[in-house]
């Protein structure tokens, strides 16, 4: 609305062309102009279609006949008794005319019911005197300017831009508002008018001024981003923003330690800071020797400002913050705070996509299909009915669903007549996907550790139709005790939930260090159950999928990878998925097997799905791995016992060397950052 | 779980045979793959004989459900039918009621269905008779008992219960919790 504003303002500029003033854009005029002239609606359409809220429109169309015929009226005392300026004589025009086409009027009054106000404002400075032409055009120019400033730079979503805006454009249109509507309450006794407006004017000069500022601070700010500015024009700039004083100085340490003691800093103090860090570390190496501060004190600085704007535990905001690059964390920051769209999944065993979205539609739901990847998913936008409560969902026809839960479950592909474990099924979106893709043939074995979520899995499970389901309670890591042999095994995880902080935001605060240590042990110990539940000589699979509703690398990559060490016959195969970021091969230090590239991240901010991890894992037969390593293992023995018979004395020096080969492949192998090798060392040390 | 003894199957089929009549024979002699009836913690469920096989595995304790359940057993002994065997019931009905769309939802609360919702009825349905509903575009929505045959509905005044209701869709909602 802030940006609308700030157009609109624009539009009263043409007027003041039209009197040889302040010559810029005369499009706009020339319509209203016409409007209200010939009084044709169309000019007024057009405006419609600028974007303007619902909202905004209906309260401009509530008071149409009341308040808006005082605002006309109004608008006559306005001309008369200003001084008159030859741009208002169209206007006065329509207002002779406006006996007759009252409703026309009105109509082009209301769609510009923000114009107005700006328009209000713009007129009277032209009426008192042109004493702000100049200011008007530093108005515009730098308005103008901003716009691809504000595209380009990532930081702003809607929520910053909300938070950004009362520092300039809402406090003077809200002001320039009740003002207008107070002269137009006044509207039939002129001399209050003219107090209110010279109230007004008076208003308006206060904020032209706190505008002046804003805009030379904002140009400077552009100027900073601007890189074909040279070194001296960049560094007068930056003196001005720092002159102006609004957190552009990194705090130090005490200061923030102040800072926190007095209950940390306002919102738009550590959104303005977030912003300036976020644009230093994006050209870190250009600027950050100018600022003579560390980086890590920047990213220090702004991740605890990202905790405390949005909310997060230090810890969790610097997990999270690690896994992007600067500007892709505030994004990903940003996007939690936003809902993912309701999506449906249709039940293949009772209806067709096409016969559900026709019914729905029917009910007053508006929905679309997810994308190309799924023929069974729905995107819903709104609907007139609660959607988890409709006929068709309780004869189970479709089932409530995020859309990346389709995920894992098109990963397994499960083939008709095979036998699938789900490790971790609550509430059972995943599991009737499966057996709907198995046509209720074949046996899916649903578990789930916790007995009151089995109630609501049970119920989705008989709702939906399947009738090849066996639903039991088991911790999963008794799995391969109570049955093995499976086909396809689906674990999805218990995880702590990071990639679905904008359905549950409690993760932001009670995650722990300790929490992500018991998570990913746990996860260890479920995917090893998961791969040896598997029979590695089924027909048709033998594979399992592994997938979180996290983003972390410390419950995915690094699981997996775990896995791959610990059991020799698996190996990762592509998930199928075409779309979908690849997964770390190396993360701060540590080095993943080769293969975990083949499995896929999704993130909110990339997707515009929760976040979530999908790999894919072939189980092959294990004899023969067996057979080889064991082979291996004796040959190395009876080298060993051989060189023992030959040489008994051990020569320390010369073993020395190999010992500590032997330390640095040990460590590579568990994923450790090798140190440098000994020699090398003192000669790196050393300068 | 074992199987039903003699007295428990009679009265499951009886319940049964009230819905489906003589169609009862087809969930017994399938086409595809034997089925039985199965008894675990009260409840009777129906499962094909290679997924009973696998669940015997289960421990007693851990298995929830297995197939799908029909009903259970109150402690007198007597049979209940559940809305989890609609499928069954809908596939075999023998008589039928249609309701229209204004009366679905009361049905789907659970109220019994009045005159001036019904949209169709089979034809030469007797008294007492059990029927499956059906919302007008052939969704099953529940089962119930009419209260007269269709001829003596002509002379019913519109606000009339037609149909007695036993179980619908809706206890999907609103009994989760102890409808397993």
């Known amino acids: 609305m802030g940006r609308r504003a700030k157009n609109k303002q624009g539009d009263p500029a043409p007027l003041v062309e039209s009197n040889g003033i302040a010559p810029s854009a005369p499009k706009k005029h020339g319509k209203r102009k016409a409007d209200t002239d010939a009084q044709s609606k169309r000019p007024a359409k057009k405006l419609k279609e600028a974007p303007k809220v619902k909202a905004d429109k209906r309260k401009a169309e509530e008071p149409t006949s009341t308040v808006k015929a005082k605002n006309a009226v109004t608008w006559d005392d306005v001309q008369d008794g200003g001084s008159g300026s030859e741009g208002w004589e169209g206007i006065e025009d329509g207002n002779i005319l406006r006996a007759q086409a009252k409703s026309l009027f009105d109509d082009s009054d209301e769609d510009e019911a923000h114009g ?12 008192s005197d042109n004493f702000h032409d100049s200011t008007m055009e530093l108005d515009l120019g730098p308005d103008e300017a901003d716009e691809p400033e504000l595209e380009t730079s990532k930081l702003r ?47 308006r000069a206060a904020r032209e001024a706190e505008l002046d500022i804003e805009e030379l601070r904002r140009a400077a700010m ?50 303005q800071r977030m912003q300036h860090c976020v644009r230093i570390l994006g050209q870190w190496k250009k600027r950050g020797a100018k600022t003579g501060r560390k980086r890590s004190e920047y990213i220090d600085q702004l991740v605890s400002d990202i905790a405390s704007y949005y909310g997060y535990n230090e810890f969790l905001a610097e997990k999270l913050f690690q896994l992007f690059s600067v500007p892709e964390a505030i994004e990903f920051f940003e996007a939690n705070e936003v ?113 009151t979520r089995v109630k609501s899995l049970t119920a989705n499970v008989h709702r939906l139709g399947c009738k090849n389901v066996v639903v039991c309670s088991y911790d999963g890591r008794e799995f391969p005790k109570v049955m093995g042999g499976f086909d396809r095994v689906l674990l999805d995880a218990p995880c702590s939930g990071t990639g679905v902080i904008s359905k549950d935001a409690s993760v932001k605060v009670n995650k722990s260090e300790r929490d992500f240590s018991l998570l990913s042990h746990l996860q260890k110990q479920l995917i090893l159950c998961a791969i040896d539940s598997v029979n590695p000589n089924s027909k048709t699979g033998g594979y399992v999928v592994y997938s ?102 051990f020569d320390d020096e010369a073993d020395k060397q190999y010992l500590e080969e032997g330390k640095r492949m040990r460590m590579k192998a568990k994923g450790f950052r090798v140190p440098p090798k000994l020699d090398q060392q003192p000669a790196a040390t050393a300068p | 779980m074992r199987p039903l003894t003699e007295e428990e199957s009679k009265a499951v089929f009886e319940k049964l045979a009230n819905y489906i009549g003589k169609n009862l024979v087809h969930l017994i002699d399938r086409p595809d793959e034997p089925y039985c009836f199965r008894l675990h913690k009260d409840r009777v469920y129906y499962v094909s004989e290679s997924s009973m096989r696998l669940g015997v595995s289960v421990a007693r304790p851990s298995l929830i459900s297995l197939g799908t359940c029909f009903g259970k057993f109150s402690k007198s002994g007597k049979f209940k039918l559940h809305v989890t065997s609609l499928d069954y019931l809908a596939q075999y009905a023998k008589y039928k009621v249609w309701i229209k769309p204004n009366g679905e939802m009361s049905f789907l609360y659970g109220n019994h269905v009045l005159k001036n919702h019904l949209g169709r009825i089979t034809e030469d349905t007797p008294e007492h008779q059990g029927v499956v509903v059906y919302s007008m575009n052939d969704v099953p929505l529940g089962f119930g008992v009419t209260s007269r045959s269709t001829v003596d509905t002509r002379k019913l005044d519109p606000t009339a219960i037609i149909v007695f209701h036993q179980a619908d869709v809706g206890e999907y909602l609103r009994d989760e919790d102890t409808l397993f």
């Open chain 1, 222 to 271: 552009e100027g900073d981003d601007d890189e074909e500015f040279d070194g001296a024009n960049d560094m007068e700039e930056d003196e001005v923003a720092e002159a102006d004083g609004d957190g552009f100085v990194l705090p130090t340490a005490a200061e923030r330690e102040a800072e926190k003691a007095a209950g940390g800093p306002e919102v738009h103090i550590v959104q």
């Open chain 1, 548 to 649: 979180t509703c996290s983003v972390t690398v410390d419950e995915n990559e690094a699981v997996v990878d775990y896995a791959l060490k610990k059991r020799p016959n698996v190996r990762l195969v592509d998930t199928g998925l075409e779309f979908g970021r690849e997964g770390f091969t190396s993360y701060r230090g540590k080095k993943f097997h080769e293969t975990v590239r083949l499995t896929r991240r999704f993130y909110p901010h990339v997707h515009n799905m929760d976040g979530f991890f999908v790999s894919k894992f072939k189980v092959e037969k294990r004899v023969k791995h067996q057979k080889k390593d064991e082979e291996e293992g004796e040959n190395e023995a009876e080298v060993a016992t051989a060189g023992d018979t030959e040489d008994v004395a």
């Open chain 1, 157 to 203: 979503s809607k929520r910053s831009k909300q938070a950004e805006r009362p520092t300039k454009i809402i406090p003077t249109g809200s002001d320039a508002s009740t003002n207008s509507e107070d002269s137009e309450d006044d509207g039939p006794i002129n001399m209050e008018n003219m107090e209110a407006r010279s109230r007004a004017l008076d208003a």
């Open chain 1, 339 to 451: 809902p993912r769209p309701v999506t449906i999944r249709t039940n293949t065993l009772r209806t067709r996509r096409r016969d559900l979205a026709q019914a729905l539609i029917n009910r007053g739901v508006n929905l679309e299909p997810i994308g190309k990847w799924t023929n069974v998913g729905l995107q819903v936008f709104e609907s007139s009915v609660p959607i988890g409560a409709t006929p068709e969902y309780l004869a189970g026809q479709y089932m409530l669903q995020a859309a990346s839960s389709f995920l894992p479950v098109i990963a397994l592909s499960p083939q008709p007549h095979e036998r699938v474990l789900d490790m971790a099924s609550a509430p059972g979106g995943k599991t009737t996907h499966i057996a709907a893709l198995l046509q209720n043939t074949g046996v899916v074995f649903a578990n789930d550790a916790n007995k």
């Open chain 1, 116 to 127: 107005f106000v700006g328009d209000l404002d713009e007129y009277e400075l032209d009426e």
